[in-house]
């Protein structure tokens, strides 16, 4: 299974951006996908996942309520919207896969794409 992720860009506070991660390959055995993100001089941490059989999902507290996380019905495609983006969102952001049940532990992800760099200016 390979991942794409897309969507990146510079934005300014208060915009909105959405990001694409495309699965190809046997995705069969993916079950959740999720996106993580590291800024400059952090760990990457966990911001939204969401499963294949039921669309669950589950958030970061900094992220709650501001982002979205969804898929097409085949979860070939997973998509985070990002609204109200603020300057401690700038990072690059990865999409993840995984088989069985949801985690937020980066390290239970066995599938990674490339990341792709969201700049938020102030």
């Known amino acids: 299974v390979q991942l794409q992720a897309s969507g990146g860009g510079l934005v300014q506070a208060g915009d909105s951006l959405t990001l694409s991660c495309a699965a190809s390959?046997?995705?069969?055995?993916?079950?959740?996908m999720g996106w993580f993100r590291q800024a400059p001089g952090k760990e990457r941490e966990f911001v939204a996942a969401?499963?294949?059989?039921?669309?669950?999902?589950y958030y970061a507290d900094s992220v709650k309520g501001r982002f979205t996380i969804s898929r097409d019905v085949a979860m070939n495609t997973v998509y985070l919207q990002m609204n109200s983006l603020k300057p401690e969102d700038r990072a690059v952001y990865y999409c993840a896969g995984k088989s069985w049940m949801l985690s937020t532990s980066e390290s239970e992800y066995d599938l990674w794409g490339r990341g792709t760099q969201v700049t938020v200016s102030s």
């Open positions: 969401i499963t294949k059989s039921d669309g669950s999902t």
């Open positions: 390959g046997r995705t069969f055995s993916v079950h959740v």
